[in-house]
């Protein structure tokens, strides 16, 4: 058994207990293989925020970078697209230590995350959104008028509502332009609840409770418009209303996945005996499974080995390896910001 100490300015490779005198460097396979496989497992020890992913190993220090997608998601960090210079992009640093041999094992791990000024974006890209702050009134209309339209469209069973505003942005296009990203849950009322109880619609308090991740978008201008639905059929409910545009993605509870997993283990033992649908799916076109980790029965709760934080960028020594940092993976468009 091996383990790195992945630390800013400190970077030793322990065997035995004794340090070697010669760093690893940040372009050697099996540092970067402990860095990639580390870095799924702080993704998967996380409870809130975007997943991370591997920009590139300073001093055998991570300096990863949000992606688009949630942590809800589950998603591994390598399936995930980075967010560029048009997407507001963060990046930050993460310490952490690990053991090895042919598995990883995280101990702990510290990131420090922040946004790209936005005078580094602007400078580059006038047109781009910018960060805008998630209490602004105008943000929380957007994402309350996107998740209404998201309730009137939906084939799901029940209502779903806002959990938290993940995001934010703005940009003028013909007028200004509001971006929304934000995480629901499912509610105990149905389809069939009157619209004038949805005001009273608790979150379900059940492991089998769906969780989702949407994008609302919310253009404010003078002229009235009305939507339709597939078919050309017109959407009262929408007439008159502030051109809204929602997408979201569905994830299927992890007590649901681990409850798939026993069933299928059971069929293998019995001879593939039939079993009753815990999975409570219902149908849509945007349901996605959960991607479920190495071991989705996890004793330990998440979030209990690190934390990531908003922090401005620290003044970072020199490398101590010859070869670090490594090579960049991506550069958010922004190739005069030194990540």
């Not at 702990?108 to 580094?120: E, M, N, Q």
């Not at 002229?223 to 997408?247: A, C, H, I, Y």
């Not at 033992?269 to 409570?280: A, F, K, L, P, R």
């Not at 479920?292 to 003044?315: E, F, K, M, N, Y």
Request: glycine share 6%.
């Amino acid at each position: 058994m091996s383990g790195y100490l992945l630390v800013l300015c400190l970077a030793l490779l322990q065997q035995g207990g004794k340090a070697r005198a010669d760093p690893p460097g940040c372009i050697n396979p099996e540092a970067v293989r402990v860095a990639e496989e580390a870095l799924e497992q702080i993704n998967q020890d996380r409870t809130n925020g975007y997943i991370l992913s591997l920009n590139r190993l300073y001093d055998l220090n991570q300096t990863p970078e949000k992606t688009k997608w949630h942590i809800t998601s589950r998603k591994p960090w390598k399936q995930c697209e980075v967010r560029d210079i048009g997407d507001v992009p963060v990046y930050g640093e993460c310490e952490l230590s690990a053991t090895f041999d042919a598995e990883v094992k995280l101990q702990s791990y510290s990131c420090a995350i922040r946004k790209v000024p936005p005078t580094a974006v602007v400078s580059v890209c006038p047109d781009c959104p910018t960060a805008d702050n998630l209490n602004e009134p105008v943000v929380k209309e957007t994402a309350n008028l996107s998740l209404q339209r998201f309730n009137e469209e939906s084939s799901l069973a029940n209502y779903f509502t806002l959990e938290n505003i993940t995001r934010a942005s703005s940009q003028w296009v013909v007028g200004p332009a509001y971006f929304v990203e934000f995480t629901i849950v499912e509610t105990v009322c149905s389809k069939t609840t009157d619209a004038t109880e949805l005001g009273h619609c608790p979150p379900m308090d059940c492991q089998f409770a769906h969780r989702g991740f949407c994008l609302g978008s919310h253009l404010d201008h003078e002229e009235q418009f009305e939507f339709r639905l597939s078919g050309g059929k017109k959407n009262s409910s929408f007439k008159n209303r502030k051109p809204v545009d929602v997408t979201c993605e569905i994830y299927e509870p992890q007590a649901a996945v681990v409850a798939e997993q026993a069933h299928a283990k059971s069929d293998g033992v019995h001879g593939g005996h039939q079993h009753d649908n815990h999975t409570h799916l219902h149908p849509h076109e945007h349901m996605h499974s959960i991607t479920p980790s190495s071991d989705v029965t996890v004793s330990r709760p998440r979030g209990s080995l690190g934390t990531v934080v908003d922090q401005p960028a620290p003044i970072r020594s020199a490398p101590a390896a010859s070869s670090c940092p490594g090579p960049h993976r991506h550069n958010l468009g922004l190739d005069r910001l030194k990540l």
